[in-house]
């Protein structure tokens, strides 16, 4: 991704209005503005809900449980069976971080509410996808305990301005009101850029290979979208 041009962002500001250039309906979920779809032979966890998020632009999300046991069974499947495809670090307004994982995985553990990502001596990561107690001497306040929590996760992919998937990923975010801070960013293959992050000609759709997996395992939507093989260029608007 060119970093001097990215599109960044995270949940967009609860409190703003982003102003509505696509002539949307103006509903919101958590402050975003929102087109509820018109789909009906899917059931609700399938349905995408399209949002404009300021900095970010058209986005399709998906909302994916977010209990302990579901959240456990899905990052061990990422970053265990698929690290080998994917990038992580955080997306948002003012910073991009891009981490390619150098090896599989040489722990995958989880402790007191904390998922630990280990990658020998280049480093690991933590998520918080349960209660955090803290420790007999050190125990953590109720209130920090409930921020930590997550509050959102979804898929999602971002669309240009002719309606085409350019872009697709998985993000967290904690339970902090009333604007929940992203917490995790997981970058999925994409079919419209290289491995150079030039662009693609043509687009490598094998690479959406990672994305049908997390729809069919974790939303239960068995076939993949045509609409995802539209876009013949990358784009960032």
């Known amino acids: 991704m060119d970093l001097s041009n990215p599109w960044p962002g995270s949940s967009a500001r609860p409190n703003s209005t982003p102003r509505n250039r696509h002539n949307f309906p103006q ?15 899917l059931s609700n966890n399938q349905i995408p809900l399209t949002v404009e998020e300021p900095g970010n632009g058209i986005l399709e999300c998906w909302r994916l ?3 302990e046991d579901f959240l456990r069974k899905l ?3 990422i970053f265990v069976n698929n690290w080998h495809q994917i990038q992580y670090g955080i997306l948002i307004q003012g910073g991009v971080l891009e981490f390619e994982p150098p090896c599989a995985p040489t722990k995958f553990g989880y402790l007191d509410g904390y998922l630990t990502v280990e990658f020998g001596e280049f480093g690991h990561m933590h998520l918080c996808v349960g209660w955090n107690t803290g420790y007999c001497c050190s125990k953590t306040n109720e209130a920090i305990a409930r921020l930590r929590l997550p509050s959102r996760v979804e898929l999602y992919r971002k669309l240009n301005l002719h309606g085409e998937p350019t872009f697709w990923g998985l993000r967290t975010f904690n339970s902090r009101e009333p604007e929940p801070e992203q917490t995790l960013h997981i970058y999925l293959p994409n079919p419209l850029l290289t491995e150079e992050m030039d662009y693609a000609d043509p687009p490598e759709w094998s ?17 993949p979208d045509p609409k995802d093989r539209m876009a013949n260029r990358f784009s960032h608007d």
């Open 27 to 41: 509903n919101t979920l958590d402050g975003r503005l929102a087109m509820p779809s018109t789909t009906t032979s």
């Open 65 to 67: 449980d977010t209990s």
């Open 75 to 77: 990052f061990e499947d």
């Open 207 to 223: 690479k959406l290979s990672l994305w049908d997996h997390l729809r069919k395992h974790y939303l239960g939507i068995e076939e």
